[in-house]
């Protein structure tokens, strides 16, 4: 029995014992994730890939990493973002965190490093995302910008971000070559950069100066540089959905007039030239095409807000005092037309010749044409004027609060509009005999009002009928 033991003791003596991987050095002790860690140690796999490197918490899964190279003695490998998942919280975001390591060669490692012999692993900066955003996501995102800021200083020609600045002129001006709107005011960096150099006459500007156009200014896109009537921000929009590039041939802040002067040759095009001096400035151009000059659908006619805002100094055409503001139609919502979509509602027909208030009266009549131009006392927010008999007129006036024109009182005794005047309502007479009178005198005199010549105000026959409330808004 004691000879058929023997060979099976024999073989068991000859069995080689396992060769763990030992860790005896890390260097360096802190850093950052996509920084390169170096491990020395013993009984390591030589060869690109053959080891691994595990990093661990407690209460966190193990994170298993290649490494980038090894031999028999060190390992150097590369802290992905996805350690980051590793990493301890404060308010949403990992912060430094003593991270245990393995390495894994054809065995792993029998025990977690000590504390001598553990790295404290930090967050790249710059990882904000939205809330709930993974850790490692967070990493990446900050992983790919580390890069890019590094890639934007290797190519300063370049442009990294594709805000029209080239990535030396960003380093140079401290703007961020890997970021479109380094200001986060909405407007990419090129647009404001550009803008400033219209400005200055073609020199170039510091961007970090003002007054200008500035990509490093988040409080300045609701300024008008060029004085043309637009803000900063309303010029982008039109320039934007344009899809213009750079430098800035429409739409620029630093120009009234983008690309070079727009003469005016059609019957249109005058109606569009809001001072008459026959040239469209970038207020006045129509860059939907629907009729409406763009100052008009931003800030002006086209706009509740300027309608609410007016003060029409003297009643129309009676009453006392020297201010009326007119009080707003409050039964219905109205919705402005908007400068870069021709057909703003969706209805087929474009904005200047749709009816906002479907009262029977263009936006066209309401909106670019004045009061003063058409001699009707329109209104593109109030179905109730210029003729209170419009199909949409509200049959009932308020008992309590504010009525609005023409049943709003301008005095004890009268309202903005009085039986017995014509409908629909003029406006006013004594403007527009001396127009008249203006335009007998001298021809010329004409070129400086927009559109047709109405001379003084006669109704049509269709509206000769006196207003004395006895038929209601809608009417016969």
Not at 210 to 224: E, H, I, K, Q, S
Not at 337 to 361: E, F, H, K, T
Not at 369 to 376: F, V
Not at 428 to 438: E, I, K, L, S
Request: charged content about 20%.
């Amino acid at each position: 029995m004691a000879s058929l033991l023997a060979p099976a003791v024999a073989n068991a003596a000859s069995k080689p014992k396992p060769v763990y991987p030992t860790i005896s050095s890390i260097s360096p002790r802190k850093l950052t994730i996509s920084e390169k860690l170096t491990i020395k140690g013993t009984h390591l796999s030589a060869g690109k890939a053959k080891s691994s490197v595990a990093f661990y918490r407690a209460g966190k899964p193990v994170v298993f990493v290649k490494a980038d190279s090894s031999t028999s003695t060190k390992v150097v490998v590369t802290v992905p973002p996805k350690v980051a998942g590793l990493l301890a919280q404060r308010d949403g975001l990992g912060v430094a965190t003593q991270l245990r390591l393995r390495v894994v060669a054809t065995k792993m490692s029998k025990s977690w490093t000590k504390n001598s012999r553990s790295p404290v692993v930090s967050p790249l900066p710059g990882a904000d995302a939205a809330p709930g955003t993974a850790a490692a996501a967070q990493q990446a995102a900050a992983l790919a910008y580390k890069t890019c800021q590094e890639q934007a200083a290797a190519a300063p020609a370049a442009d990294a971000d594709s805000d029209g600045i080239a990535n030396g002129t960003e380093i140079q001006y401290s703007l961020d070559p890997c970021t479109a709107d380094t200001d986060g005011d909405g407007l990419i960096d090129g647009y404001e950069f550009w803008s400033a150099v219209d400005l200055n006459g073609a020199a170039v500007p510091y961007p970090g100066k003002r007054p200008w156009p500035n990509p490093l200014d988040p409080t300045d896109t609701n300024y008008d540089f060029d004085g043309d009537g637009l803000l900063l921000w309303q010029e982008y929009k039109l320039w934007k959905a344009g899809g213009t590039g750079f430098p800035l041939t429409q739409y620029s802040d630093g120009t009234q007039n983008t690309g070079g002067t727009q003469p005016v040759i059609t019957q249109a095009q005058r109606y569009l030239d809001l001072d008459g001096d026959g040239n469209l400035t970038d207020d006045e151009r129509d860059f939907d095409g629907d009729g409406l000059s763009n100052n008009v659908e931003f800030n002006f006619r086209g706009t509740q807000a300027w309608w609410k805002g007016i003060d029409w100094h003297v009643p129309p055409p009676h009453g006392s005092g020297n201010s009326y503001i007119e009080p707003m139609y409050t039964l219905r919502a109205f919705a402005d037309p908007d400068p870069v979509d021709a057909d703003s509602d969706g209805d087929g027909i474009l904005d200047g010749a749709d009816d906002q208030d479907n009262d029977g009266w263009s936006n066209f009549a309401e909106m670019q044409l004045s009061r003063y131009q058409t001699g009707y006392r329109v209104h593109p927010f109030n179905p109730c004027l210029p003729n209170p008999h419009s199909l949409t007129c509200s049959r009932y006036i308020p008992l309590s609060g504010t009525a609005w024109p023409p049943f709003d009182k301008v005095s004890d005794t009268a309202t903005s509009g009085m039986p017995g005047e014509a409908i629909p309502f003029a406006w006013p007479f004594v403007v527009w005999d001396d127009y008249h009178n203006a335009v007998l005198a001298d021809p010329t005199a004409a070129d400086h009002y927009v559109g047709t010549v109405f001379g003084p105000w006669t109704p049509s026959p269709s509206f000769a009928e006196a207003w004395d409330y006895s038929s209601g808004p809608q009417g016969p």
